[in-house]
């Protein structure tokens, strides 16, 4: 049972200090427990993290730093050898057990997955902590000799507190035989009590804008004051014949032509110089979607990558951008809060912060190469998934300097799944307002785009969503560009392998059409 009570400071401190909505407040000033309040008490050893709103305390070793900026989804806690990130999930099934022994940690939990990746378990099993069940399992990937990486080592504590709630704490650090008592420590020094307060993000997030050559500047300074929502469509390999073909038989049926267009290139291609320019010729943006993707239970190329064994692979990719040399949208690992790409937290070790590093890497050789006319889009799903914490968009931003735009990806599926994995029909506008109060405080400075978006004509009627999302769709003025997604997702399972599913395609039935170049006209894109 959680107690009532926050626990008491350390008995012989030498200092307290409180934080209120993630700064510090004076010895004067006197805490407003509605409000986002921890407490940091001080001895000579040890340091004791109270975090009201979330409703725990934890003990950890002292000259640790406290980092409070996600607060709502968790607080992370460092210092040279060791990091630890805690928050409070929410079972999504009455089995709480049952959710712990699955999906957050699929993969590394798989045999295959970890024999393909180099990894190693040390610990793997329920056992107790303070008196609670408690899911922990530790393991360590090794790097390659060149690898720069040291904090490879991973404890990951799942403990239940009754009902659907449960702490989850992350450990990353050197050496499990050195590190291994202070982590069964700091575990055992946890105390939970009734949450009180409400938790706020301390963030300041903005572009910063690199040195881009004119017309990419021009580009990115013409979308952001943009009144007008640009309008870009996606259909597979865009640049070969039947692309193209497609393109213009959708364009030529609505009597109009899409500004932007969508293409996907993977971790080992070549740039699309030749496509880039038709494209660029014919006045076309192109949205290029670079992904660093491999075979799900297999290697992982992010470890490569992070490991400095994929960067001629990536130069390659640069110096084709810097020889087109034209501006151009790139989305770099889409989706990364998700299940089903292998640079996503889930699949890199539930550590966002993998992530965040081969970003970086791919942007800095980006920019080592001299290229001056890419404008970086930081593209989250909607809708995290595991729906865990740790697993929120934020544990991914990479950072002020490595981001220009902001993508949304929120796509009504439909409901062919529905008695597989209870999915429901979802409006324009539900999906779109939550992401408008999800995204409007945080990501405030940067022009949006909707990277890929549709409506399933499965479940519902897709004329009448089109319809809404017409309507609807200039209220969020951060959007400057919004691109169809016109294809398919297929049914994974055997008896119904391949059977279109979720069906996206905006030429499905004439009734669309009519209905996305009715929108046009009353938006005043075609007259």
Known sequence: MIGVRPPRALGAYDSIAYYQDGLPLTSSETPAFRR????????????????????????????????????????RIYGEDLEIRLGRDSSPYLDVTGWLNSLPNEFITDEGYRKANDITVNEDGWTEV????????????????????FHNTYTYAYIKTGGLSYYTVHFRYKSFDEQKDVVRDILDSLVFFQPTGTPVYNLDWRPVIPEWNEETQGLYETLRSSDNLSWGFFTPNPFTPEGKAKI???????????????WYRYLGHEFPIEGMREAYESGKIVEMTYQVVGDMYGRNPNFDVLDGRMEEDIRMFARGAKEFG???????NNEMNSTWVSYSGH??????????????KVYDIFREEGVD????????????????????????????????MIGLTGYNTGNYFRDLTGEEWRSFTEIYDRLWDMYKDLYAEFPWIITEFACSSVGGDKKAWIDEMFDNISKYTNIKIAVWWSYYDPDPREATYGTPARRYWLDEKPDYLEAFRRGLERTGQIQ
């Open 326 to 332: 034209h501006p151009f949208l790139m989305r770099l």
């Open 130 to 149: 303070g008196g609670r069940e408690t899911r922990i399992f530790s393991l360590m990937r090794t790097p390659s000799p060149e690898s720069r990486v």
């Open 347 to 360: 699949l890199c070790l539930n550590d966002p912060d993998v992530f965040k590093a081969v970003w970086r």
């Open 373 to 404: 006319n890419a404008i970086w889009i930081f593209n989250p799903n909607d809708v995290s998934f595991p729906p865990c914490r740790w697993n929120s968009h934020v544990a991914y931003y990479p950072g002020n300097e490595y981001v220009q």
């Open 36 to 75: 986002d309040v921890k407490r940091i008490s001080s001895t000579h050893e040890l340091t004791q993290l109270t975090d009201y709103p979330k409703g725990y305390a934890i003990t950890v070793p002292q000259g640790m730093e406290f980092d409070f900026t996600c607060s709502p989804d968790f607080t």
């Open 248 to 262: 213009k038989e959708v364009e030529e049926k609505l009597e109009f032509e899409f500004p932007v267009i969508m």
